[in-house]
Nanobody, 122 residues
């Protein structure tokens, strides 16, 4: 069992930056691939980024490539999402998730956090 808690969301102006963190409980964190997803009001949950258990493989949605960076620190049981050059369309609740593969589908992930709100003003 892995419990995930996101933090770092907030209100930022367009062009600004935020860093989200996802702290995991459990001794097996380093064995899971980790992903970030987001869901805007009235929209489906969508994939943002994923990282392998070692950190050696990363994968991004086209909409965030070049602006967002996913990373992890297995010693701290934490995964991060550095978000730069934020746009109003990045406004959403951001969720981290733990799974077995570096995938873009929500059903590839077993455990989910409660989410953190990111709001980008124009």
């Amino acid at each position: 069992q892995v419990q995930l808690v996101e933090s770092g969301g907030g209100l930022v102006q367009a062009g600004g930056s935020l860093r989200l963190s996802c702290a995991a409980s459990g001794r097996t964190f380093s064995s899971y691939a980790m992903g970030w997803f987001r869901q805007a009001p009235g929209k489906e949950r969508e994939f943002v980024a994923a990282i392998s258990w070692s950190g050696g493989i990363t994968y991004y949605a086209d909409s965030v490539k070049g602006r967002f960076t996913i990373s992890r620190d297995n010693a701290k049981n934490t995964v991060y999402l550095q978000m730069n050059s934020l746009k109003p369309e990045d406004t959403a609740v951001y969720y981290c998730a733990a799974g077995g593969v570096v995938g873009s589908l929500a059903n590839e992930y077993y455990y989910w956090g409660q989410g953190t709100q990111v709001t980008v003003s124009s």
